[in-house]
């Protein structure tokens, strides 16, 4: 009954097919599940990556007119054809949430709501920290959207599996009283005067922890204890390689408060102060995973 298109060379990791409640004539919620040879947050980026969304499920041209970043954020909207390539767009993708633990897109026309998408993706129960399932739930599943779902999926897996093997920068977000704090860079000078999380390039038999407490060891004088990691990865641009990824860290009983010891300046900041910082771009994208790190309340402490 169902009319998803289902091409068994891509869809060959399909652990769960559900179609539920079909209402009349067309299935009003689709849900499916498949498994990605890549870590839940390199994923999680991917998912997240602005044409391959646009490209895959918009408007279905060569270069369709994409919106901001390298990765979409909530409140991006982008033209979506639901016709043949080159047909102009009938309607726009909303950006609802495209953070570590969903991308979700709404689709509306001039008339109304045409659809909404969710994936998420979720650590197998196995706990391999290497792969990861992507969980899509689409809601009044628009039929123009089914037969993209599959080359938007294979193209997730694809750039994932490449975004793995980058080399990782590790950023440290460490909050207290509320406050996250962010670096000010004076060198090179293309990015000097932006601002930044601590942190660096994670250095050959080093794991991301250690490089994140002796980055912090270097950059602020401090000890801090690496906690769990928030966001998804981000590539940096460039042509550099590398990949963003930031941990959440506390500094630990009796030690120093930071200083600014290889930046311009160090500078505690609200979360309603973190939009209006000149960030460097690959943490503008995290701001809304920073956001929420503030906004919960919950402030890591060490917990020696
Ligand atoms: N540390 C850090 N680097 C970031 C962030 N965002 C971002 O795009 N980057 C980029 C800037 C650099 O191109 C790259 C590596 O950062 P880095 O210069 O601090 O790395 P590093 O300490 O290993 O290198 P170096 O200073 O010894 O040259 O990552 C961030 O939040 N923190």
């Known amino acids: 009954m169902s009319r998803w298109p289902v091409r068994p060379a891509t869809f060959f990791r399909t652990r769960v097919a559900r179609v539920v409640a079909v209402r009349g004539r067309m299935p009003v919620v689709l849900e499916r599940t498949f498994a990605m040879a890549a870590p839940l947050r390199t994923v999680a980026a991917a998912l997240r990556h602005t044409r391959t969304v646009t490209t895959n499920l918009g408007a279905v041209a060569e270069d369709p007119a994409v919106p901001v970043g390298e990765l979409l954020l909530a409140g991006d909207r982008f033209p979506v054809a639901t016709g043949a390539a080159g047909d102009a767009p009938a309607l726009e993708g909303t950006v609802c ?17 045409s659809g909404r998408v969710r994936f998420e993706p979720r650590e197998p129960e196995s706990g391999a ?69 601590p942190g660096g390039r994670v250095e050959p038999g080093e794991s991301e922890s250690e490089a994140v407490v002796r980055e912090c060891r270097e950059e602020l004088g401090t000890e801090v204890r690496a906690l769990e990691r928030l966001g998804t990865d981000v590539p940096l641009l460039g ?66």
């Open 129 to 197: 920290r290497s792969r990861c399932e992507v969980h899509l739930i689409l809601s009044e599943a628009p039929e123009w959207l089914l037969p993209r779902l599959d080359g938007y999926l294979e193209a997730v897996r694809e750039l994932a599996s490449k975004w793995s093997m980058r080399q990782i920068v590790v950023g440290a977000a460490l909050v207290e009283d509320g406050m996250l704090l962010a670096q000010q860079r004076h060198y090179p000078a293309v990015h000097a005067g932006r601002w930044e999380l």
């Open 239 to 304: 042509g550099s390689g590398m990949s963003l990824r930031v941990l959440a860290v506390c500094r630990v009983a009796g030690a120093r408060l930071p200083l600014p010891l290889e930046h311009r300046a160090l500078r505690w900041v609200g979360g309603s102060e973190l939009a209006g910082l000149p960030w460097l771009e690959a943490d503008r994208l995290l701001l809304d995973s920073l956001r929420a790190l503030l906004s919960s309340g919950s402030e890591p402490q060490d917990p020696k």
């Open 97 to 113: 949430r495209a953070d570590e633990t969903a991308v979700e897109l709404r689709f509306d026309s001039s008339a109304g709501r």
